[in-house]
């Protein structure tokens, strides 16, 4: 039996308003917060459709085929294209893909088939998981380290290298996979 229903001036309706006045209030507070919620999602939203709508009405304009086949403008130009960077993002691709497909299938067949479970397979798989979960910054760092340093300037193949380090854990992971 609760406290107030042993007060002798206690009845029962009192006990209920009581429930209703806390209900409301934290209705009240529920709304003044989702009011407030609301007030911050919008003032949120304004400026990233503000630089949408930028970036839709400027860029319709320069929506065109010279987009894709001019090079970049160069100091005093006002028109130019990024067919270099298409260029050269599939040369880089290219590259590491005839790195990375190799070296992953082979270091996949060599784990399902002829592996077992061996030491050199524990070390193998250890290696790959933790290359999965090195950051794309780590991978940069040491292409320019190993590449760019020895090399004396960028290159398409320190990207390429880059690349192939990322893309490794996963060809080997998915040929494993499915070679069991």
């Known amino acids: 039996m609760s406290n107030l229903s042993k007060n002798p001036n206690y009845s029962g309706s009192q006990g209920l308003s009581l429930i209703r006045n806390s209900k409301s209030s934290r209705h009240l507070f529920e709304l003044l917060m989702t009011g407030i919620a609301s ?83 524990r070390w193998i798989r250890f290696i790959t998981n933790v290359l999965s979960g090195v950051p794309s910054i780590i991978a940069g760092v040491f292409a320019y380290s190993l590449i760019v340093l020895k090399m004396g300037t960028f290159s398409v193949v320190a ?15 998915t040929t494993d996979e499915a070679l069991q």
């Not at 990375?100 to 030491?119: C, R, T, W």
């Not at 990207?159 to 992971?173: D, E, F, H, K």
């Open 159 to 173: 990207g390429a290298i880059a690349l192939s380090v990322l893309m490794l854990p996963t060809i080997i992971r």
């Open 39 to 121: 007030a911050c999602l919008v003032i949120t939203l304004i400026p990233l459709f503000a630089v949408l709508y930028y970036v839709v009405v400027k860029g319709a304009a320069r929506l065109n085929l010279d987009l894709f086949t001019q090079l970049p403008p160069v100091a005093g130009q006002t028109t130019g294209g990024i067919a270099s960077a298409i260029l050269g993002t599939i040369q880089v691709v290219t590259i590491a893909t005839i790195i990375a497909v190799p070296v992953g299938v082979l270091a996949a067949i060599f784990l399902s088939e002829f592996g077992g479970n061996g030491q050199v397979v």
